[in-house]
């Protein structure tokens, strides 16, 4: 059964840093590029990060540039996001999946296609 586990979620204080990790089923993760996706309060869901399959070529969504480094462990199937001078803004929850992620959409991430996401709160 094809399987996405985010972990590391946390509460931090503005400027701290968190590192999440997404565990995925071999048949998700082997071969593709994988991002990671945000639910924000008020917002749609934005992509966050993506990384090619080799891992050598990775972008951002404007919000994260300089501030989050995705990276990826494919001897593990291990997907990492590194955030670093977190924002209160970056509350949220956080997704991984292939990039782009199935069916192309981002509207619903209790479809069945997602894992549960984990919860990153950022205060003041």
């Known amino acids: 059964q094809a399987q996405l586990v985010e972990s590391g979620g946390a509460e931090v204080e503005a400027g701290g840093s968190l590192r999440l990790s997404c565990t995925a089923s071999?048949?998700?993760?082997?071969?593709?590029?994988m991002g990671w996706y945000r639910q924000t309060p008020g917002k749609q869901a934005e992509v966050v990060a993506a990384?090619?399959?080799?891992?050598?070529?990775?972008d951002y969504g404007d919000f994260a540039k300089g501030r989050f480094t995705v990276s990826r462990d494919n001897v593990k199937n291990t997907l990492y996001l590194q955030m670093n001078a977190l924002k209160p803004e970056d509350t949220g929850v956080y997704y991984c999946?292939?990039?782009?992620?199935?069916?192309?959409?981002?509207?619903?991430?209790?479809?069945?296609?997602w894992g549960q996401g984990t919860q990153v709160t950022v205060s003041s």
């Open positions: 999946n292939t990039f782009p992620p199935p069916g192309a959409t981002m509207e619903n991430f209790s479809n069945g296609h």
């Open positions: 071999r048949s998700i993760f082997r071969g593709n590029s």
């Open positions: 990384i090619t399959s080799s891992g050598n070529s990775v």
